[in-house]
């Protein structure tokens, strides 16, 4: 499987993106897909998963400012990211998987397909 990130940019603080990650390979569809994300000097960290099941998990310092979803049709993922703030400010990572079990999905190394990463830029 391959992962194709895009949409990041430099945005407001208050403002929105939307990420999107285009796959290849593989059936989309049986996937886990997941948002992580790096700022500098961070750990990576888990920001948002979806399951084949339309099942969808948050961090809670995005839970209700940002949404995940999947169109199956087009093979892509979306992260769309609302009331953004400067501490969101990263390297944004899509992920997937077919054999992330449901207690795996908020952890990085469940996952074995990797996009390239978007930055987003939040400023104040």
């Known amino acids: 499987v391959q992962l194709q990130a895009s949409g990041g940019g430099l945005v407001q603080a208050g403002g929105s993106l939307r990420l999107s990650c285009s796959a290849s390979?593989?059936?989309?569809?049986?996937?886990?897909i997941a948002w992580f994300r790096q700022a500098p000097g961070k750990e990576r960290e888990f920001v948002a998963a979806?399951?084949?099941?339309?099942?969808?998990y948050y961090a809670d310092s995005v839970k209700g400012r940002f949404t995940i979803s999947r169109d199956n049709a087009k093979n892509t993922m979306y992260l769309l990211m609302n009331n953004l703030r400067p501490e969101d400010t990263a390297v944004y990572y899509c992920?997937?998987?077919?054999?992330?079990?449901?207690?795996?999905?908020?952890?990085?190394?469940?996952?074995?397909?990797w996009g390239q990463g978007t930055l987003v830029t939040v400023s104040s």
């Open positions: 992920a997937a998987d077919s054999s992330v079990i449901l207690s795996n999905v908020r952890v990085s190394r469940a996952y074995g397909y």
């Open positions: 390979g593989g059936t989309f569809s049986r996937q886990t």
């Open positions: 979806i399951r084949y099941n339309g099942y969808t």
